[in-house]
């Protein structure tokens, strides 16, 4: 039913976000350190084997005069506020100008890079300016050349295609473009139920970091679920720029809300509880009973949601508050319901992390209030419902649900990185999880 009035209620996503993230200097700072391998691989495949002009090196043999190798010294990223990213490379690259020779020339790209969001809604990485300077910092013979080399390097440029570097600088990076990419992709949350975290706009640059903020919207076979409650414009805390960690991601009230909203509409919190009780037990306290079964079978409980969850973050706490109706009945050879009540409670919810996956259990239910609905057993007391199934779903229900949780739901991430010092830190309204970026490091 939850599945076929999601069909008939037009989804109209408002485009607010309720998570988002902040990728502090250090993290920026991390990304360069890891990125500097893969730039030193790009930059050999594209100059190992390039040849120099005579000119420059004064040789009769220009055919010898090439890089052999390629070392890259340093590589830095650098904020610029409000406008994007500043990537600067040194590198040294080794010549033969004669075969018993070798000189090193210093090679230092500087780049104005920004994020675009092209139009299938993904962000793109933009190289907005770039120079490039060549220049000989040493050899094996004729050392005091260094000033006709400096003079020289316009030369040196076209000889290894500075125009061609400078056009393919992005992919000094990790591959960027495709790491961008991979953050919109869907994330699994059930077999059924799937969630996407969509950028609103391109970030924002400052001296804090780089702030993103994201829209996330879940999928249950396929179709978008309409949000149970009109969002609230969600912006990041100003709390999460000042940590020392990587990254700081940040989840408002309303992204719990609508995951379990979500995982609603495609029953994964339908549940089927086998309770200690017998017919023939329990017809020992609800006499009519013994007229419906003769035999003595289990009494099973049917759970659905009667209305979505609710999330609650206070400082320090998560709670949901669960509105259910529950069938008791038996299963054999078909579920009989011979009684229905309504349950609302409370349970604390536990959240942790695990590599890319927020773990999310839920503690004992409290606050249990139960109302009978209707009854084909005549009257019976809610003082005697609650002796009846009390215990049996304090524990059952947050024990199924913690199950069904137990996998995780993937955190916003880009492919190949995952998160370590990750802790969870609960505010009123709003979740805050610091973390350190960790590049994993590819098998086969």
Do not use: W
Request: net charge negative.
């Amino acid at each position: 039913l939850s599945i076929l009035l999601s069909l008939l209620i037009p989804a109209h996503p408002s485009r607010s976000p309720d998570c988002g993230g902040i990728l502090t200097p250090s993290g920026l700072n991390y990304f360069a350190e890891v990125s500097k391998p893969h730039a030193e691989t790009v930059l050999r495949q594209d100059l190992i084997g390039s040849e120099f002009p005579e000119l420059f090196l004064s040789t009769p043999k220009p055919s010898t005069n090439q890089i052999i190798s390629v070392t890259v010294v340093e590589l830095t990223l650098s904020l610029i506020a409000h406008s994007g990213l500043r990537l600067s490379i040194r590198a040294d690259l080794g010549i033969t100008p004669t075969p018993s020779t070798t000189a090193v020339v210093r090679l230092d790209i500087l780049a104005d890079l920004h994020v675009e969001m092209n139009p299938e809604g993904n962000l793109e990485l933009v190289t907005s300016a770039c120079k490039t300077v060549v220049e000989e910092v040493q050899s094996s013979e004729e050392t005091g050349r260094l000033a006709s080399c400096k003079s020289s390097s316009s030369e040196l440029g076209k000889a290894i295609n500075i125009d061609k570097i400078c056009l393919e600088v992005s992919k000094l990076l990790l591959s960027p473009n495709e790491l961008l990419g991979s953050l919109t992709i869907q994330f699994p949350i059930t077999l059924d139920c799937q969630l996407q975290y969509l950028p609103l706009a391109a970030p924002v640059f400052s001296e804090q970091g780089i702030a993103m903020s994201l829209q996330t919207t879940f999928q249950v076979a396929g179709m978008v679920v309409p949000l149970p409650l009109s969002p609230v414009p969600f912006s990041i805390p100003e709390s999460a720029s000042s940590s020392s960690s990587h990254l700081t991601l940040a989840f408002s009230e309303h992204f719990y809300t609508s995951l379990f909203f979500a995982m609603e509409m495609s029953g994964a919190f339908n549940m089927t509880i086998v309770t200690p009780q017998t017919t023939t037990t329990m017809a020992q306290k609800v006499t009519q009973l013994g007229s419906l079964f003769h035999e003595d079978i289990p009494v099973i409980l049917q759970t659905m949601f009667r209305s979505s969850a609710h999330v609650v973050l206070e400082e320090g706490k998560a709670a949901l508050q669960l509105f259910l109706t529950v069938y008791v009945g038996t299963g054999s050879p078909v579920f009989q319901s011979f009684l229905t009540m309504n349950v609302d409670a409370c349970t604390r919810l536990h959240l942790s992390i695990s590599g890319t996956k927020m773990k999310i259990s839920a503690a004992p239910l409290e606050d249990i209030e139960i109302t009978l609905v209707a009854s084909d057993v005549g009257p019976v007391p809610a003082a005697l419902l609650e002796e009846l199934f009390l215990p049996t779903l304090r524990e059952e229900v947050p024990a199924q649900m913690s199950e069904i949780l137990s996998e995780g739901v993937y955190l916003p991430h880009i492919s190949g990185f995952t998160f370590t010092n990750v802790s969870v830190v609960i505010h009123k309204d709003y979740i805050l999880v610091p973390c350190n970026l960790e590049l994993q490091t590819r098998t086969g």
